[in-house]
């Protein structure tokens, strides 16, 4: 079978993975609207493309805060990996840096950081955080991170609780025995979140900020109100994302989303997205929209699936022809001619 | 199987009702668009859910017209509950009282309301009439109501006639012979709704006023005009209803016409919603349109179908939860803290 | 098999009509969008009922160039009705007789005028004119209904040509030896339509003038300027008619057309409308956006092809049932009572 | 099997055409939304007909770049004809020959000029040009369409690179070994474009103007701003094309763009468009909206996998009564009567 889009990974995954597995990595909240509507959103765009440019010398490096990626995808933060493939998040951190992009590092990895960072020294990773009702043990892993290497601490906005998955219940979803939410002391109980503080605000940005110089990236948001906050409180990046669809259900489709945030943020601060990335054309539509770079969830999951630190350099690797060729087709040879002006939103 | 949402009763009742009683409780009127409608309309809205807001103590409860219950769903009035489960609108009454909420009985109960009263003693029951040719009958009958302790008399406007719901026709539908709508001194005859009065107009309302203390809600409200009409005519309250879709087809889904109702009443009255509430999300964009209460129908008699009283505490409890779950991922942790601001309608 | 709704009897005729048959009633020209969106486009309009009317007293009956009819239904002309049932139009004729509303005969019927009147004496009839090139033949046949006492004459401006309607032209279309198209002299070729004439323009409607003292109803408008032209020449009434969907496909549908049809008019003639009216609330909105009454096609041919007479009288009686019911639910005791406040155009 | 409308042949070529063949042919570039939107577009337009007009005589002559065709449908530039035919480019020089009207000759044509030339002497004949990378390859090529009496030359101006069609990737598809592309002095490799020129700008229209008297059309124009390059800079005609929905997937219909182009050019030159061209009704709507001629690409691949140049004719002729019908059911008798009043776009 030859691995031509994105979609073959996904049904190599489908087929291959264990059903609690896939069930666990493919499931959105209730009745999956807004883990689909991530996806049609994309489809209502149009763009408009501009003929008889020189795309003879494409350039399609960025930076996300400072750092040059070799395409504007980096790896979103997924909890889990093991369940994927079994050397887990090391071999997502090895194809990251084999692809010179960025990884995002879960808290619910199955590896500890330290395997992470010595899996691929010297790869451009962030690390993300969930804020613990023990804010110790909140303090002890990014500070961990840090020392690490890692170069950014991304907050989660929108988990205060877990999201329902109706699929996850029926099948009473936990780590099989051999895996461990390895990063936290104590083993850790997938179906009860418990351990997550409902009560974090926006005043515990200031919390993070004392304990770190690193730069803060909040991810989860998708109204104008709340990036506004976000700016206001100092963060570095904005990540647009509904969790894959896998909290809140019905809430907006993040490239939707992003329009509004992008239009809030004025340039203050980078804004990312993720969700819904499928194509590369789908890449280029959220840097025309104001994206800085877009980060990549269950396709990476796929890649994992499908070979491991391989399987996820050839989604990477498709994904970054894909984006080449499109932009090459809108008429864009480097990505700062990359605007608004490339799209409109169909009126169907 | 695992009841893990309201569609797995729905399920369950579709497999294990006689197919006559699963009809009846089904059925819509002529093509069924405005049942599925009722559905399909809460799709179309979006939430804007804001992020990082102290979530760590929920507050779910609310009141209606004084009383409270534990959390904005109560049970809609729908006729002959032993269709569903043998001891009918006398296992109605023990769950409602059990999930501390409000339970609406149907003129066409197949128990007396003196048998739903003592089934569930301080339970907050409000009593639906149809007004009859015989209007002796009806003013005996909701003095009764309030005699027992019923809370609030509530009027369905929207039934001079029976609905054309063909399964119905073609089922010939009747109860079985050994079920009566006992509230009624006479046997009742389903098919040939006579019974009923068509004359009824809004002076009916002065009438009914006149009759009784009980605070009076208007069911089947569906515009801005009829609005304002109740609230001059002195109702308490107005729940927004198509009668289930199964009297006009092709009317409005009452989610929509709830935006048109509350603008109109401004305020004045309290404004409730019946029809297609699936998921504790939509309870969440009802109140965020100005409804202080839902009712639901068909998913209680789901409810009943599966295990009776249990069955429908069940249901009434994951619609709990889903709704508390729902309300914490919004931002909100309190009932008073949702507002318009919450949602927005896709243009799709 | 109950028959209780117009659907049912479609059911019927499509089971037991000869292929060839039920192929031509049911053809629409090329890919059929105009034919489906006659349907579909009353779905997308919703009602708005008002509640509390008294509506104990029914009155559905309403006039047609003065003349009155049981309720706001007619029979469109369409061809061939023995291709349906035996007695073709002469079974037409009485059930339109029995119900005491309109029947447009049709030029192409498989009856003569003379039959047609004989079968049922007294009957509300207009008759269906072609404009053939053969202009002394046009005019015999409409004086012919003249002189039979056919109180209207509907001009069709919609087939120049005959649409390409692909099934017909797989089957081969033609009438089976024994039915001919009787009103015309000689034996009429369907496939080649070569007898009419491409070339008549509005003058000819002052030719018509002058040959008949019967109201001139023309059939097949579908703009505003088509309207303002129909009404500047004289005519007494105008039926938007896109031919069933059977002529110039992708058109828009009738009751679309109707509301700038009825706009245009601005009442100084009758706009009645026909394609797409499948249940009695159907009847209701094209009354609602203006229309003085709605004339049936494809569904009188399925109740003939049930039952010939008996069929028909059914399907009209269950759309008279329904479109009762309806305009109760809605809240208008009678025909005068319906206007454009009942209805809304749906967003979707 | 009769043929009735174009699906009919596509239907026949899907079956008989080897899949590797009939895969490229079909093949739209990702997702194949554009190819499919081609499509779709048309659907969302509705015709305003005019009735009572005299369309006795029709007239659906047009002139293009002042040659005149039989009516306004010509031949697409599509590559390897021998695909689909034996016979290849001269069967379809022929057919068009045949019906009078205009075929552009792919550079990547199975036949060479001098064979297209000789097989239907006397054509109007446009000739496609990709421009190489091997400047002095193409200007041998245009000036040889030149001398041999081609009498425009069509740049294609969105193939800077060729767009991902996944199941030409997945077939590995190239020629077969008895097919060339015979135009090019050495073997042509199907897979590795490389030999096109991505930095081709709009200066280059220059050095083509300098190099050939042949009016110069520019073909691949989807906006206005580009629209307004291509008059700028000299061309005497602009194709509205999306390649068929082989390049930037996701980009606009093409019947939607062309409203744009049309409104930017100002008459200033003739425009013409491509993809989505079914039924003689959407060249009605293209003209209707701007457009000189439309042109078809893949329904004339399945012309001649039906029966070569007699395969290609019967599918013109369809297109041809279909479109004269469809003028005249819309009340134009002649092409120049032909407007923007004729359409609106739906809402829907």
Redesign the interface.
Known sequence: M?M??LSDFEAYAKKYLPKIAWDYFAAGA??C?TRDENILAY??????????????MMDIRTKILGSEISFPVGIAPTGFHQLAWPDGEKSTARAARAMNTCYIASTYSTCTLEEISAAAPGGLRWFQLYIHRNRAASQKLLQRAEALGFQGLVLT??L??T??R?DD??NGFRLPPHMKVKNLEQDFEVCGMSPL??????N??YWLRSLTRLPII?K????R??AE?AVRHGVQGIIVSNHGGR??????ATIDALVEVVEAVRGRVEVYVDGGIR?G?DVL?ALALGAKCVFIGRPALWGLAYKGEEGLQDVLRILQ??FR??M???GCASVSEIGQHLVQFSK?
Do not use: N
């Not at 489809?43 to 020189?54: A, E, G």
């Not at 503080?197 to 926006?202: E, F, L, R």
């Open positions: 030859a031509v889009c209730d009745d609207t489809k209502r765009i149009r763009f408009r493309p501009r003929m008889l440019q020189d795309v003879s906005a929108d205060p609780y999201g329902k109706r219940v029926r503080d409902p009560s974090v605000t926006w515990d940005i909040i989860g948001i998708l109204t109100e709340d906050l909290q809140l259900d019905e809430g907006p194509k054309s539509k022809d894909e060729l499109s090459a087709l809108a169907l």
